[in-house]
């Protein structure tokens, strides 16, 4: 990774990719993220 980035990666109970980004996140994206974590841990 380059400095000041970051990658994403959101896996499921079951090792699967739910979500995954290179580089600098959205506003839009990061609250997208959050809600699909909410939604996995209450699943």
């Not at 959101?10 to 990719?17: I, N």
């Not at 839009?28 to 974590?37: G, N, R, Y």
């Amino acid at each position: 990774l380059d400095e000041e980035s970051s990658a994403v990666v959101v896996l499921d109970k079951d090792g699967r990719v739910q979500w995954a980004k290179d580089g600098a996140l959205t506003q839009e994206e990061v609250q997208q993220v959050m809600d699909l974590l909410h939604k996995l841990i209450n699943k």
